[in-house]
């Protein structure tokens, strides 16, 4: 018997219509606003965009992508423990962080398209680049209308360590949901954050061909 396809989606661009660069540019304006009068602000937009861009350098993978922001950040940031920063980040992500729903737009073709996929027995994996945690990404998931019964596997900067471009963050994938990468299929709309994946065997689609989307069940 034939295994059924597992799909594999990127979040920004694809299943919304707000590219990567829209989006970190709100973020970055928010939690601007919400560290003025918390903490050393100059110090905090440094420490936040080197502890980010540090996750894009060299990995040995040995620790997941949160702690290695959180322990890169308290060590930039010095003043204050991890567990002080960790809360102060939680509470952007319950608050202000929330601001962000406004600018979502679902592309409703491609929601519909996954859940008519995991209806037909699909495994799905949203596979955005892993520099948001769980909470946050879960927040972005709802706000295209995604329930968690459609979803099998999202990756987070809990559960990877590593981000896009670099081709292992595909075969982590595989690794931990025991797939084989010539039965899956990533949809995305970045060729090279997302069409790396074909390094990994996966096949690659562009968002924008839909159709091809539906021809591949």
């Known amino acids: 018997m034939k295994?059924?396809?597992?799909?594999l989606f990127d979040l920004d661009g694809t299943l919304s219509s707000v590219s990567d660069e829209d989006f970190a540019r709100r973020y970055f304006q928010l939690i601007a606003d919400f560290a003025e009068g918390r903490v050393d602000f100059e110090r905090f937009m440094a420490s936040l965009h080197t502890s980010l861009k540090?996750?894009?350098?060299?990995?040995?993978?040995?620790i997941n992508n949160y702690d290695h922001?959180?322990?890169?950040?308290?060590?930039?940031?010095?003043?204050?423990?991890?567990?002080?920063?960790?809360?102060?980040f939680n509470g952007f992500y319950d608050s202000e962080y929330n601001r962000l729903r406004e600018l979502i737009v679902p592309r409703e073709r491609v929601v519909k398209s996954l859940k008519n996929r995991k209806r037909a027995g699909s495994e799905i994996i949203i596979a955005t680049n892993?520099?948001?945690?769980?909470?946050?990404?879960?927040?972005?998931?709802?706000?295209?209308?995604l329930e968690s019964e459609f979803i099998d596997y999202v990756t987070t900067?809990?559960?990877?360590?590593?981000?896009?471009?670099?081709?292992?963050?595909?075969?982590?994938?595989?690794?931990?949901?025991?797939?084989?990468a010539k039965n899956c299929v990533m949809i995305g709309n970045d060729i090279t954050m997302d069409g790396v994946c074909t390094a990994a065997g996966i096949e690659y689609i562009d968002v924008s061909s839909i159709e091809a989307i539906w021809k591949t069940t």
């Open 157 to 180: 900067m809990e559960n990877s360590h590593y981000v896009k471009p670099d081709v292992r963050y595909y075969r982590e994938i595989l690794e931990i949901n025991n797939l084989e």
């Open 54 to 62: 540090s996750l894009f350098g060299e990995r040995d993978g040995l």
């Open 130 to 145: 892993p520099i948001f945690p769980e909470k946050a990404i879960n927040k972005r998931l709802q706000w295209v209308g």
């Open 69 to 88: 922001f959180m322990e890169n950040f308290t060590d930039s940031m010095g003043q204050c423990d991890r567990k002080w920063y960790e809360l102060f």
């Open 3 to 7: 295994r059924l396809t597992t799909y």
